[in-house]
Structures are given as structure tokens and as C-alpha cells.
């Protein structure tokens, strides 16, 4: 089956750029779809489609996705980016996330 | 304004039977499928299955079909996921999602449903 690998974590200085990676076999070929969640909060969708944002979501939220790895970059980090992010992809009428990652605005 | 409301919080005994409930408003209900994601304490996302309410096409995560059964009602603009016979290891929170088609994100999520599995 497929599967999505994010690292488990990812710091950054305030107001630097972040960036979070998520690798799979070919994942080039699909659409991947970024989440952000918040302790105690449903995921919101901060990118869809490799690079769009949607309505709401800062530019300083981008996407690439080429190859064996998408990654969602988050410019100019604030400290109310912190949290967790996750990747999804459809695969063979399934849908998968990446296992997460963790970001730490410092 | 596009909502999706669940039902709340449970607390169940081991072997007890369960369904939650996820209600759509502001869009129209049969154009998207509903989908259910788990979440268990202090982990990440995990895809169950979805519904497509119109026709009531459902598809299952394989790690979850025959635990758990998704199910619709349009005419309430209302999904459900229900467990016959909960484990301790269903304690999780739960969440739905829609989604337009199978390359599009999931747009919009429920606020949750908690449900804790306790004897």
C-alpha cells in the first residue's frame, strides 16, 4: 500500500521559513493536500492541489510537489503556525495522510 | 455558511454498540462525499471510509472495513458511522470531512466527536 513520510518534527525561528516535506514513491504524480491542526482543533486545509490556497490562508503558506517529495514552505514563520501539519494523498480509491509533522516556532 | 455539526461526545462500555451522527448545512449534501477520519490521543489522521449520499456508494479504508459501518440519510443531510461492538481501542476522536472528488482536499471538517471506551 501506499504510504506518506513526513518527519516527526520541524523547528524554525520566528520569522524564518519553514519548510516540511513529504515523501513518497512518485508522489509527483498525485495531488497532495496539506493540513494544519491545532491542539484541540479540526484540520484545516492550508493547501490543496500541491500549491493553492485556499480562501483565508496566508501567501505565505506555498507548495512544490515534484518527484518523490511534496513540501509545504511556510515564509516568515509567526507563532501562531505552530502545530501539526499533515500531507494526504488519494491512491487505488484510498485516502492517506502522512503521519504528521509537528512544527515549533522558537 | 457551509457547516458540518456532529453529534457529541460519548462514553461507552466495552462490547457496547454505538452510532455517531455528522450533519451537513449550507451546501448541497448529495453533491459531496462524506468522510470519516479517526484520531487517536496524540496521534495523526487515519481515513475510514466515505459515503456518497446520493446513491449511498461507500467505500472503506481496508483497516477499517467490517469494524465499522458508514451509512446516510439525505433526506436529513445527515452521515453516521456505528460500531456494533466497541473496543477499548476505538477510544478516539472522530471527525468528518467532505470532499468533492477524489483528487480534491477535504474542504471542510466536523468540529469532532470524542468517543471514549471505558469499563
Request: proline residues 4%.
Amino acid at each position: 500500500s501506499y504510504e506518506l513520510t513526513q518527519p516527526l518534527s520541524v523547528s524554525v525561528a520566528l520569522g524564518q521559513t519553514a519548510r516540511i516535506t513529504c515523501g513518497g514513491h512518485n508522489i509527483g504524480s498525485k495531488n497532495v493536500h496539506w493540513y494544519q491542526q491545532k491542539p484541540g482543533q479540526a484540520p484545516v486545509v492550508v493547501l490543496y492541489r500541491d500549491t493553492n490556497r485556499p480562501s483565508g490562508i496566508p501567501e505565505r503558506f506555498s507548495g512544490s510537489n515534484s518527484g518523490n517529495t511534496a513540501t509545504l514552505t511556510i515564509s516568515r514563520a509567526q507563532a501562531g503556525d505552530e502545530a501539526d501539519y499533515y500531507c494526504q494523498v488519494w491512491d487505488s480509491y484510498v485516502v492517506i495522510f502522512g503521519g504528521g509533522t509537528k512544527l515549533t516556532v522558537l | 455558511e457551509v457547516l458540518l455539526v456532529q453529534s457529541g461526545a460519548e462514553v461507552k462500555k466495552p462490547g457496547e454498540a454505538l452510532k455517531i451522527s455528522c450533519k451537513g448545512s449550507g451546501y448541497s449534501f448529495t453533491t459531496y462525499w462524506t468522510h470519516w477520519v479517526r484520531q487517536m490521543p496524540g496521534k495523526g489522521l487515519e481515513w475510514m471510509g466515505s459515503i456518497f449520499p446520493s446513491d449511498s456508494d461507500t467505500r472503506y479504508s481496508p483497516a477499517f472495513q467490517g469494524h465499522v459501518t458508514i451509512s446516510a440519510d439525505k433526506s436529513i443531510s445527515t452521515a453516521y458511522v456505528q460500531w456494533s461492538s466497541l473496543k477499548a481501542s476505538d477510544t478516539a476522536m472522530y471527525y468528518c470531512a467532505r470532499k468533492l472528488g477524489v483528487h480534491d482536499s477535504f474542504d471542510m471538517w466536523g468540529q469532532g466527536t470524542m468517543v471514549t471506551v471505558t469499563s
